[in-house]
């Protein structure tokens, strides 16, 4: 596609239960990124992927959060046992490699009730 | 670990008049990257700088790369109301990259 598309949008659940973000980043790009922005707030860095290596899972702010990228291409995102404080936008990007500027795509609102 | 520190962390200004974000480091940068996010948008990458000393320009923007290498700055010449939203940098050293806390541009028209 032209650019990095996240689905849903939007996603409202209730607390404890378990949410899938997706992200499919611009194609060929080897890098893909997964941040949490709460409102007014800045980037919170959850994870990388590049290429083959094994991701740098450093952001991730608890086992509750996992994220897997298939095939080099879609990664899906997942929180389990959702918690209030896990409402945020959750920003995909992707990029030609880990030294060039990032895409970003729309962002997926997250709002757990 | 690496820190980065933007400021302002709030700028209001009257269409017209200037604005500059710095970006400062506590390490040597390989490379600081410029994104701009709108309100209710997403952030959209601008530009990166690799060289030290580097000047590059965007019609209004003028980026700078400090000559240690350790910290940067984003200028906005005549502000219009168009350049609201929240500036932020992105700081990689030795693999490993930060994104500062954003610099909130507010235009007066």
């Known amino acids: 596609g032209a650019g990095v598309s996240q689905s849903p949008s939007n996603k409202v659940t209730e607390k404890g239960k378990d949410v899938e973000l997706r992200c499919d980043p611009i194609?060929?790009?080897?890098?893909l990124y997964w941040y949490r922005q709460s409102l007014g707030q800045g980037l919170e860095f959850l994870i990388y992927?590049?290429?083959?290596?094994?991701?740098?899972k450093s952001g991730l702010p608890s086992d509750r959060f996992s994220a897997e990228r298939t095939g080099g291409s879609v990664s899906t995102l997942t929180i389990q046992r959702t918690q209030q404080e896990d409402s945020a936008v959750y920003l995909c990007a992707s990029s030609l490699g880990g030294r060039k500027g990032l895409f970003f795509g729309s962002g997926t609102q997250l709002s757990v009730l | 670990g690496q820190q980065v520190m933007q400021i302002p962390q709030y700028q209001h200004v009257q269409e017209g008049e200037d604005f500059t974000t710095y970006c400062n480091s506590s390490?040597?940068?390989?490379?600081i990257q410029w994104y701009k996010q709108r309100p209710g948008g997403h952030p959209v990458f601008l530009i990166q700088?690799?060289?030290?000393?580097e000047v590059k320009k965007q019609k209004r923007l003028t980026f700078q790369f400090g000559e240690a290498k350790k910290n940067s700055s984003l200028h906005i010449t005549a502000t219009q109301t168009t350049d609201v939203g929240t500036y932020f940098c992105?700081?990689?050293?030795?693999?490993?990259?930060?994104f500062g806390d954003g610099t909130t541009l507010t235009v007066k028209p």
């Open positions: 390490t040597t940068l390989s490379n």
């Open positions: 992927f590049q290429g083959n290596s094994a991701p740098d």
């Open positions: 700088l690799v060289k030290s000393g």
């Open positions: 194609s060929g790009h080897t890098a």
């Open positions: 992105r700081a990689t050293n030795a693999g490993k990259s930060t």
